[in-house]
């Protein structure tokens, strides 16, 4: 067959099979992203029916989901409403380094791989995937919680922890002396703070530089920018990821509200392409043989994500409710894990199938946790506090409380 025709034949029925599994998702009332990774799983190497024409159209769509995904996040947002996020949450961001990178940094000890190989694990189970946290909120309807300001503040100090993380751990990986991380280091801090810099100071002169009456030349313009500031970001040692959000955060008003309205459907078609390419990506043989230790270190971080949750939105005053809620959506990891794996596997090749099985195991079971989190405590909750006192009349489960809502969303619950 010849190649163009292989590529649109595979193609074609990649995003079918997409649309059909997410419409049974919807029926079961499921998010679609663990039903994505493992159809990846199954058609890619090493899977039932490998694909191959369409698998370099697919990398790229991988990359261009994630950057869509972050860019639609920072819509959301102000640049003042970022600065303020960060300048409240940064103790909620320490400790999430410190309950998440320990048990990282510990197991890679213990596997017997060095302090390269700790501190490569440490950032696997730190970072939480701002992919799949995007793409869950979207599905669950909870951009307008109470919770979802702290939930992106915690990934934000996370995304920009990683200019400072990324190029330490590159040059510990290469054996490059201080001066050479130094400089690095100083690139990418360097690269965060300009952008940063001209969201906030000069966010509505480009605001009015790429508003447009036409919906075809706006979604152009945004597009087209947003890509190119994530491809200069990823050059100069910064997430793609991070350069897409402070696109997003520079563009406000109604240029930000058309660009949401435009972009929605191309992001959900792209970030589909992501979950699918990152099980593409994984050969299903090695992921038995490392599954019993990730997964024990899976179970620990999922508990030690939710603390971090319950935390940082307790000191926002949030309700319990809330609290649990953003505990169960931070679990999910992804794209970074998989990232740093990819840049450790040369020094520490044991590091790559482990990653692997970890971030499937937990990138599955992310939308489960933020889905069953916040019910499943409220009624051990519910449970625990009838056995402290004498029965009593059944009451309803209560109504969310105020806290846990948005204004425009109080009244009603948002799950």
């Known amino acids: 067959m010849h190649d163009t025709t292989a590529?649109?034949?595979?193609?074609?029925?990649?995003?079918?099979?997409?649309?059909?599994?997410?419409?049974?998702?919807?029926?079961?009332?499921?998010s679609p992203i663990p039903l994505y990774l493992l159809a990846g799983l199954a058609f890619g190497e090493g899977g039932?029916?490998?694909?191959?024409?369409?698998?370099?159209?697919?990398?790229?769509?991988?990359?261009?989901?994630?950057?869509?995904?972050?860019?639609?996040?920072?819509?959301?947002?102000?640049?003042?409403?970022?600065?303020?996020?960060?300048?409240?949450?940064?103790?909620?961001?320490?400790v999430d380094f410190v309950l998440n990178a320990t048990p990282g940094a510990i197991a890679g000890l213990m596997l017997g791989w060095g302090p390269v190989g700790a501190v490569a694990l440490a950032g696997v189970?730190?970072?939480?995937?701002?992919?799949?946290?995007?793409?869950?909120?979207?599905?669950?309807?909870?951009?307008?919680?109470?919770?979802?300001?702290?939930?992106?503040?915690?990934?934000?100090?996370?995304?920009?922890?990683?200019?400072?993380?990324?190029?330490?751990?590159?040059?510990?990986?290469a054996g490059v002396g201080l001066a050479g991380g130094s400089i690095a280091l100083l690139i990418a801090l360097?690269?965060?703070?300009?952008?940063?810099?001209?969201?906030?100071?000069?966010?509505?002169?480009i605001s009015r530089a790429v508003s447009s009456d036409n919906p075809e030349m706006l979604l152009l313009v945004v597009l087209g920018l947003t890509v190119l500031v994530a491809g200069v970001a990823q050059q100069l040692q910064v997430s793609a990821a991070v350069g897409a959000f402070l696109v997003g955060i520079a563009l406000s008003g109604e240029v930000a509200e058309g660009a949401r309205k435009l972009l929605t459907p191309l992001r959900d078609l792209f970030a589909a392409v992501f979950f699918v390419f990152f099980g593409l990506s994984t050969d299903p043989a090695e992921i038995p043989p490392v599954l019993l230790p990730a997964a024990l270190l899976a179970v620990v971080t999922v508990f030690t994500k939710i603390g971090t949750g319950w935390y940082a939105s307790r000191r926002a005053g949030i309700g319990p409710r809330?609290?649990?809620r953003a505990g169960g959506t931070l679990v999910a990891r992804g794209e970074f894990s998989i990232v740093i794996a990819g840049l450790a596997v040369a020094t520490e090749p044991r590091i790559g199938p482990i990653a692997t099985a970890y971030v499937l195991i937990l990138v599955i079971a992310g939308p489960l946790t933020a889905r069953w989190t916040e019910p499943v405590a409220s009624r051990l909750q519910a449970a625990l506090a009838g056995k402290r006192r004498k029965p009593a009349a059944a009451r309803d489960e209560p109504m969310p409380s105020h806290d846990d809502?948005?204004?425009?969303h109080a009244g009603r619950d948002s799950d």
Do not use: C
Request: glycine content about 14%; cysteine-free.
């Open 7 to 30: 590529l649109l034949v595979e193609l074609g029925s990649v995003i079918l099979g997409l649309g059909i599994i997410g419409r049974f998702a919807g029926r079961i009332g499921l």
């Open 405 to 408: 809502l948005t204004p425009e």
């Open 190 to 205: 360097g690269t965060v703070g300009f952008v940063l810099y001209l969201a906030l100071r000069h966010g509505r002169l």
């Open 322 to 324: 809330g609290r649990w």
């Open 48 to 94: 039932l029916l490998p694909l191959g024409a369409s698998e370099e159209f697919t990398a790229i769509g991988a990359e261009i989901g994630v950057i869509l995904l972050l860019l639609l996040l920072g819509l959301e947002y102000s640049a003042s409403e970022l600065v303020t996020s960060l300048k409240t949450q940064y103790p909620s961001g320490v």
């Open 125 to 173: 189970t730190w970072i939480s995937s701002s992919g799949v946290i995007a793409k869950v909120m979207t599905d669950m309807g909870r951009l307008g919680n109470r919770e979802t300001p702290v939930i992106l503040g915690v990934l934000v100090i996370e995304d920009l922890a990683m200019a400072v993380y990324l190029p330490l751990l590159t040059a510990m990986l």
